[in-house]
């Protein structure tokens, strides 16, 4: 018998308006695929149902033939105030032998068990570092774990991207297993939304045989301020481009453009708004760097790539931890807060110009204290667990009153925190309404329904080997990274290698010179061309900031002294050069373009795509996504809101040859 008391049609009504629907369709539906582990599961008039709360009836929320919409009214009408403190915290899995990192032996289950059991989180975010069979395994566990909740409510995994080449904590993953494709800036390189859109289903498909449900991606943040030290995790400095790749980026991640579905990764567009348009390129990780400055042309530009996700129906956004000056919306200054405290962006931008309807999760850290071993750590500061907050603008504010504000701005959830007692405390002190809180919890609830997690949040850790990576997908990202590169000079025709080539080479092993037909040598002085792995500029400007050590921060150039240019020079007086040159930055090349024959970019290539392209196998197709400015006089100079403005530069946007054949 179901059971549609007032109360919860009341509730749905009243949360969700005129998108309550009552029933998926007025006939019987197919049966879908039931998977439980400790849960009962009934049988309705032939059709199978998991007893999520365990009464031995079928609750609304636990009939799948209703809609999401329905079903998540009903079940936030059941929840407790702590429930859905719980489910407004993004939290981390806690690992085994790591602090902080990517563990490569598992989840650690006592913690993890307090944490869902006790503290009623539901969503978290994975970094480990292990095979695909083993990250199907770890998952599934802990999706075993959620059922012994007092409603069985399936856990929310999330991921930063793991199918590229940098691993950075807090804004990258190490893949262990999954397919490897160029940086996103690569598939900017090609410009082939087609090729994007493929990857995302790909990477959809992957993410979920392994039990990861949300990436925390794409980031479109424009690359405005060349020393930005994220700026590579976007799609360059086009607004244009941003927007077609994050709407095809999308569009492959949930499977489609309207909206979630059942075989869905929920997509998570980043940083709203104007992330990259920082001083000096200083990261809004840091204190140091929490500024984004813009005016109102600058503005408009760095809001356009996130139309794209909002064309294929994104169901999550991100917002940037800056503080962004010099913005006005509605006619008003935007308030000096970090934009997850920003009402004016979440509520009246956001939600209210461009009708966003999704899940806004925070950035990692928000609500924490940025204390002085925060602030401005030294040599001296004491070793043990980092400090992390980035509350900026809200330094006074207390934790509790850090997540009444958020929330109050528009934040449905929290990440990389885990105190829901707080919200619990600003729901009793009046500072935060359960009706506001109930918003956020139907929202995050309904993408559940909507991903089939309440019928089964289970995979079968044995299709990863069919499904993560398989030869003809290898095949396939193997030859995205090698056309994504950009072959910037090769004025003396040295491209593509002929077979027997004897090749002198640094950063690339012997065994995959060997296998691409060339011939490796160890003395320079035996070879016929040299190919050298080298990196665009940086500093360590922050060492003693977790993030500062972290990132690559300062100077753009090529100096007199730094071991790459004195390695191609020393080498060029012997032997053609071939710079295989990964540009996380726009580097400055300077006495480099001088130094090195050949020049060939990347944004991300192993060794066997790299060698594909200087043999001729896979020919580099690439432009460049962003220019490459001709001085750090011209860098300093630019405005960091604005697309490709420096004086000019050495290599514009866009170029880029094709080798001679």
Same mark, same amino acid.
């Not at 006005?328 to 110009?353: C, H, I, S």
């Not at 071993?373 to 900026?392: D, F, H, K, N």
């Given at each position: 018998?179901?059971?549609?008391?007032?109360?919860?049609?009341?509730?749905?009504?009243?949360?969700?308006?005129?998108?309550?629907?009552?029933?998926?369709?007025?006939?019987?539906?197919?049966?879908?695929?039931?998977?439980?582990?400790?849960?009962?599961?009934?049988?309705?008039?032939?059709?199978?149902?998991?007893?999520?709360?365990?009464?031995?009836?079928?609750?609304? !929320?636990?009939?799948?033939?209703?809609?999401?919409?329905v079903r998540s009214a009903d079940l936030v009408s059941r929840m407790t105030l702590e429930e859905?403190?719980?489910?407004?915290?993004?939290?981390?899995?806690?690992?085994?032998?790591?602090?902080?990192?990517?563990?490569?032996?598992?989840?650690?289950?006592?913690?993890?068990?307090?944490?869902?059991?006790?503290?009623?989180?539901?969503?978290?975010?994975?970094?480990?570092?292990?095979?695909?069979?083993?990250?199907a395994e770890q998952n599934n566990a802990a999706q075993k774990l959620a059922e012994g909740g007092?409603?069985?409510?399936?856990?929310?995994?999330?991921?930063?991207?793991?199918?590229?080449?940098?691993?950075?904590?807090?804004?990258?993953?190490?893949?262990?297993? !999954?397919?490897?494709?160029?940086?996103?800036?690569?598939?900017?390189?090609?410009?082939?939304?087609?090729?994007?859109?493929?990857?995302?289903?790909?990477?959809?498909?992957?993410?979920?045989?392994?039990?990861?449900?949300?990436?925390?991606?794409?980031?479109?943040?424009?690359?405005?301020?060349?020393?930005?030290?994220?700026?590579?995790?976007?799609?360059?400095?086009?607004?244009?481009?941003?927007?077609?790749?994050?709407?095809?980026?999308?569009?492959?991640?949930?499977?489609?453009?309207?909206?979630?579905?059942?075989?869905?990764?929920?997509?998570?567009?980043?940083?709203?708004?104007?992330?990259?348009?920082?001083?000096?390129?200083?990261?809004?990780?840091?204190?140091?760097?929490?500024?984004?400055?813009?005016?109102?042309?600058?503005?408009?530009?760095?809001?356009?790539?996130?139309?794209?996700?909002?064309d294929a129906s994104v169901g999550a956004v991100m917002p940037t931890y800056s503080v962004v000056?010099?913005?006005?919306?509605?006619?008003?200054?935007?308030?000096?807060?970090?934009?997850?405290?920003?009402?004016?962006?979440?509520?009246?931008?956001?939600?209210?110009?461009?009708?966003?309807?999704?899940?806004?999760?925070?950035?990692?850290?928000?609500?924490?204290?940025?204390?002085?071993?925060?602030?401005?750590?030294?040599?001296?500061?004491?070793?043990?667990?980092?400090?992390?907050?980035?509350?900026?603008?809200?330094?006074?504010?207390?934790?509790?009153?850090?997540?009444?504000?958020?929330?109050?701005?528009?934040?449905?959830?929290?990440?990389?925190?885990?105190?829901?007692?707080?919200?619990?405390?600003?729901?009793?002190?009046?500072?935060?309404?359960?009706?506001?809180?109930?918003?956020?919890?139907?929202?995050?609830?309904?993408?559940?329904?909507?991903?089939?997690?309440?019928?089964?949040?289970?995979?079968?850790?044995?299709?990863?080997?069919?499904?993560?990576?398989?030869?003809?997908?290898?095949?396939?990202?193997?030859?995205?990274?090698?056309?994504?590169?950009?072959?910037?000079?090769?004025?003396?025709?040295?491209?593509?290698?002929?077979?027997?080539?004897?090749?002198?080479?640094?950063?690339?092993?012997?065994?995959?010179?060997?296998?691409?037909?060339?011939?490796?040598?160890?003395?320079?002085?035996?070879?016929?061309?040299?190919?050298?792995?080298?990196?665009?500029?940086?500093?360590?400007?922050?060492?003693?900031?977790?993030?500062?050590?972290?990132?690559?921060?300062?100077?753009?150039?090529?100096?007199?002294?730094?071991?790459?240019?004195?390695?191609?020079?020393?080498?060029?007086?012997?032997?053609?050069?071939?710079?295989?040159?990964?540009?996380?930055?726009?580097?400055?090349?300077?006495?480099?373009?001088?130094?090195?024959?050949?020049?060939?970019?990347?944004?991300?290539?192993?060794?066997?795509?790299?060698?594909?392209?200087?043999?001729?196998?896979?020919?580099?197709?690439?432009?460049?996504?962003?220019?490459?400015?001709?001085?750090?006089?011209?860098?300093?100079?630019?405005?960091?809101?604005?697309?490709?403005?420096?004086?000019?530069?050495? !290599?514009?946007?866009?170029?880029?040859?094709?080798?001679?054949?």
């Amino acid at each position: 018998m179901l059971r549609t008391g007032t109360a919860h049609r009341t509730l749905c009504t009243l949360l969700l308006g005129a998108a309550c629907s009552t029933a998926f369709a007025r006939g019987l539906p197919a049966q879908l695929t039931i998977g439980s582990r400790t849960i009962p599961v009934i049988v309705i008039d032939g059709l199978q149902f998991r007893d999520l709360d365990r009464d031995g009836q079928l609750t609304p !929320y636990e009939d799948w033939r209703r809609s999401p919409d329905v079903r998540s009214a009903d079940l936030v009408s059941r929840m407790t105030l702590e429930e859905k403190a719980g489910a407004v915290m993004h939290g981390n899995f806690p690992e085994i032998a790591t602090e902080r990192g990517m563990s490569s032996l598992g989840y650690d289950p006592e913690p993890l068990r307090a944490l869902v059991q006790s503290k009623k989180i539901t969503s978290f975010l994975t970094r480990l570092a292990v095979p695909p069979a083993r990250m199907a395994e770890q998952n599934n566990a802990a999706q075993k774990l959620a059922e012994g909740g007092r409603l069985g409510i399936p856990l929310t995994v999330s991921t930063d991207p793991r199918h590229h080449f940098l691993y950075i904590t807090g804004q990258g993953s190490n893949g262990a297993g !999954y397919s490897r494709w160029p940086e996103s800036m690569g598939f900017a390189a090609l410009g082939d939304v087609s090729l994007v859109r493929q990857f995302g289903d790909i990477a959809r498909r992957e993410y979920r045989a392994t039990g990861i449900h949300q990436a925390l991606s794409p980031q479109v943040d424009l690359y405005t301020e060349p020393r930005w030290a994220r700026g590579y995790g976007g799609f360059g400095s086009n607004p244009q481009v941003s927007r077609a790749m994050a709407s095809a980026y999308v569009e492959g991640f949930q499977g489609g453009r309207g909206g979630i579905g059942q075989d869905s990764v929920l997509a998570t567009i980043k940083h709203w708004v104007a992330y990259g348009a920082t001083e000096n390129g200083l990261d809004a990780h840091n204190a140091y760097g929490h500024i984004s400055r813009v005016n109102a042309r600058t503005f408009k530009l760095q809001i356009e790539p996130f139309l794209g996700g909002f064309d294929a129906s994104v169901g999550a956004v991100m917002p940037t931890y800056s503080v962004v000056d010099g913005a006005r919306v509605n006619g008003k200054p935007v308030e000096q807060v970090g934009a997850g405290f920003n009402r004016q962006l979440l509520t009246d931008l956001l939600r209210g110009r461009y009708r966003f309807k999704g899940i806004i999760l925070s950035d990692w850290s928000i609500t924490n204290d940025c204390l002085q071993r925060c602030m401005a750590p030294s040599a001296e500061t004491p070793q043990g667990r980092a400090e992390l907050g980035m509350p900026w603008g809200v330094e006074g504010l207390t934790r509790m009153q850090r997540f009444a504000m958020g929330m109050n701005a528009g934040i449905d959830q929290f990440g990389g925190v885990a105190e829901p007692e707080l919200i619990v405390e600003a729901v009793h002190k009046g500072m935060l309404s359960e009706a506001r809180l109930n918003q956020s919890v139907v929202r995050l609830m309904t993408v559940k329904f909507q991903m089939g997690l309440f019928e089964n949040p289970f995979v079968d850790a044995r299709d990863t080997a069919r499904t993560v990576n398989p030869p003809e997908v290898a095949a396939l990202a193997l030859k995205a990274q090698a056309e994504a590169q950009v072959l910037l000079k090769d004025p003396h025709k040295l491209l593509p290698l002929k077979p027997g080539t004897r090749v002198f080479a640094r950063g690339i092993s012997a065994e995959a010179i060997l296998s691409a037909g060339l011939v490796p040598v160890t003395n320079p002085a035996q070879a016929q061309v040299a190919l050298v792995r080298i990196s665009a500029p940086f500093e360590r400007l922050h060492p003693y900031h977790f993030f500062g050590s972290r990132q690559h921060e300062g100077r753009l150039d090529f100096r007199a002294g730094d071991p790459d240019l004195v390695s191609v020079q020393e080498l060029s007086a012997k032997v053609p050069v071939i710079a295989a040159l990964f540009l996380d930055r726009p580097a400055v090349l300077g006495g480099m373009d001088t130094a090195a024959s050949t020049i060939l970019a990347n944004f991300g290539v192993s060794d066997e795509a790299l060698l594909a392209s200087v043999t001729g196998r896979i020919p580099p197709k690439g432009k460049l996504p962003f220019e490459l400015p001709s001085s750090m006089a011209a860098v300093e100079a630019q405005d960091p809101a604005l697309p490709d403005d420096s004086l000019s530069p050495l !290599y514009r946007h866009g170029a880029g040859i094709m080798p001679h054949h």
